[in-house]
């Protein structure tokens, strides 16, 4: 294996919902986590916008979409859409 296909492997990925679609090639993905606090051990949920970048429009608002870490494309996108796993 080339070492650029493993740097490729090493990029994050998350899955998240599409909550905005008017920009053109832009889409706007909510990704919500969840994690046990350290001291009450209360489930806590944290949300995180990321502007990704989705070249032939496929995804529209409310689907679920997998994407991937990229290098910057532009101010504010650093991911780009890997792939649509439920349509809305």
């Not at 350290?38 to 995804?59: M, T």
């Amino acid at each position: 294996m080339a070492m650029n296909e493993m740097e490729r492997n090493d990029r994050k990925v998350r899955v998240g919902k599409v909550i905005s679609d008017k920009n053109n090639k832009t889409r706007v993905v909510k990704v919500v986590r969840s994690f046990k606090h350290a001291f009450y051990d209360k489930v806590i949920k944290r949300s995180s916008k990321y502007y990704v970048h989705d070249e032939k429009n496929e995804s529209h608002a409310g689907d679920e979409v997998k994407i991937v870490e990229t290098r910057p494309l532009s101010k504010l996108k650093r991911w780009r859409l890997e792939q649509v796993v439920k349509k809305a």
